[in-house]
């Protein structure tokens, strides 16, 4: 089917407001990982679900930030208190089932907090 | 910690030159590498997965080796052509999912 979809592709907000960001994975993947990436630099792990479940969330800068995935499909990104230094580039992407396939990632969110 | 070093930052070819983009990581038990290619303002493309037990893989005029147990891994890319003007990233895996990526070269083929 279809890529990997993210919305919005921009968003603007000013600081101290929540936000959400949403991944639509490839039907029938899995594994669903995000990144933050900063100007000029690679993507930085955040949170990798499993299904349902979040397999592994070190990435996660501080407490503001949290995922969810409650059917396995579909993820949303959620940020509280959003600070200036949280501007960045957000990627989503899901592989088959993990490490071992290929990630395909969606075209990212790019957050701005004024 | 894992650190990906990619070497050199930016690169400006002419059209139809080989050349070789490096990667290096400091630890080597990872479970597999990829090379991505990133457009500006876009997402990433996958170009090559390679498995820990691989030494290399090839696609078209891409071809990406590994060393896992010296930490390096290569891209070459034969005969450059301007379309292939992107920032090509290195990233490697761990067995629990861990993805660190490098920063990039920026590679601009010249027409």
């Known amino acids: 089917g279809a890529g990997v979809s993210q919305t919005p592709s921009n968003k603007v907000t000013e600081k101290g407001k929540y936000v959400e960001l949403r991944c639509d994975p490839i039907s029938g993947h899995t594994a669903l990982y995000w990144y933050r990436q900063s100007l000029g630099q690679g993507p930085e792990f955040l949170i990798y679900f499993q299904g349902t479940g979040a397999a592994d969330d070190s990435g996660l800068p501080n407490d503001r930030f949290f995922a969810v995935r409650p059917e396995g499909s579909v993820s949303t990104l959620k940020i509280q208190r959003t600070e200036r230094g949280d501007s960045a580039v957000y990627l989503c992407?899901?592989?088959?089932?993990?490490?071992?396939?290929?990630?395909?990632f969606g075209p990212g969110t790019r957050l701005t907090v004024l | 910690k894992q650190e990906v070093t990619q070497i050199p930052a930016a690169l400006s070819v002419p059209e139809g030159e080989n050349l070789v983009l490096n990667c290096s990581f400091t630890?080597?038990?990872?479970?597999?590498l990829q090379w991505f290619r990133q457009d500006p303002g876009k997402g990433l493309t996958s170009l090559l997965l390679?498995?820990?037990?691989?030494r290399e893989q090839t696609s078209g005029r891409l071809n990406a080796s590994l060393d896992k147990s010296s930490g390096r891994s290569t891209l070459y890319i034969a005969a450059s052509q301007p379309g292939d003007s992107a920032t090509y990233l290195c990233?490697?895996?761990?067995?629990?999912?861990?993805?660190?990526f490098g920063a990039g070269t920026r590679l601009t083929v010249k027409p």
């Open positions: 992407a899901s592989s088959l089932q993990g490490a071992q396939d290929t990630q395909y």
């Open positions: 390679i498995q820990s037990s691989q």
């Open positions: 990233a490697v895996c761990h067995n629990n999912n861990d993805m660190r």
């Open positions: 630890d080597s038990a990872i479970y597999n």
